[in-house]
């Protein structure tokens, strides 16, 4: 079945310091959506960015990713770190198809530290 | 505003006692989904309905039983249960797969 990996559990930066967030996937489908979510403490999951389209850059809320299918990637990545990006963040799968369901990975909780 | 509403917030439950959790949506989404949230374990598919009537086994189905009876409810059923099942509790509504879903506020269950 389609898998998610989120390589780092926890990540300790220093504000002001480029974030980033690895995310690899696993599935049979040559068209998968990947997905970010963040999830602030003692809140819901919500959704940060996504894409479907190979090797485009795609942006939202100073956070930015590309979806390499030639690597099966999808890094989450920021220039600048701010305090209030201290979250969990998922990397979600879905592959497209109209279950809509989303495999995630075991996320990836930053902490920036000022 | 449009929103996924679960009941309850909190719940406490004894080993073998039956719990039902409640969703609700006003999104008007054909998908609805429960996940379970564990720290190391990210957020597990446990079931999802495509519609109203009917529902589908997710990824960790065992131990737990879903019922869809209309567009904006869906309950996740744990007919005996275990401490293994405590954990956050998460409802959340979408359409197909280019879509996000939006997710209810998550109920903690305990199982003492």
């Known amino acids: ?114 | 505003e449009a929103a996924v509403t679960q009941s309850p917030r909190n719940k406490v439950a004894v080993t073998g006692g039956k719990v039902t959790l409640s969703c609700n949506q006003t999104n008007n989404h054909n998908n609805m989904y429960w996940y379970r949230q564990d720290t190391g374990h990210g957020l597990r598919l446990i079931h999802y309905s495509y519609g109203a009537g009917s529902t589908e086994k997710g990824d960790i189905p065992d131990g737990y039983k879903a019922s869809r009876p209309s567009q904006e409810n869906f309950s996740l059923i744990l007919e005996l249960a275990t401490p293994s099942q405590t954990s956050v509790y998460f409802c959340a509504s979408g359409w197909t797969g280019d879509s996000d879903y939006t997710f209810g506020s998550g109920t903690r269950l305990l199982v003492i």
């Open chain 1, 1 to 114: 079945g389609d898998s998610v990996t989120q390589t780092e559990g926890l990540v300790t930066l220093t504000e002001g310091l480029p974030v980033m967030l690895n995310c690899t996937y696993q599935t049979i489908y040559s068209n998968p959506f990947l997905f970010w979510y963040v999830q602030h403490l003692n809140e819901s999951p919500r959704l940060l960015l996504k894409s479907f389209t190979d090797n485009k850059r795609t942006e939202h809320q100073g956070f930015h990713a590309t979806l390499h299918k030639s690597s099966s990637s999808f890094h989450l990545q920021k220039s600048s770190a701010q305090l209030s990006d201290s979250a969990l963040y998922y990397c979600a799968l879905s592959d497209n198809t109209n279950t809509g369901k989303l495999t995630f990975g075991d996320g990836t909780v930053l902490t920036v530290k000022p």
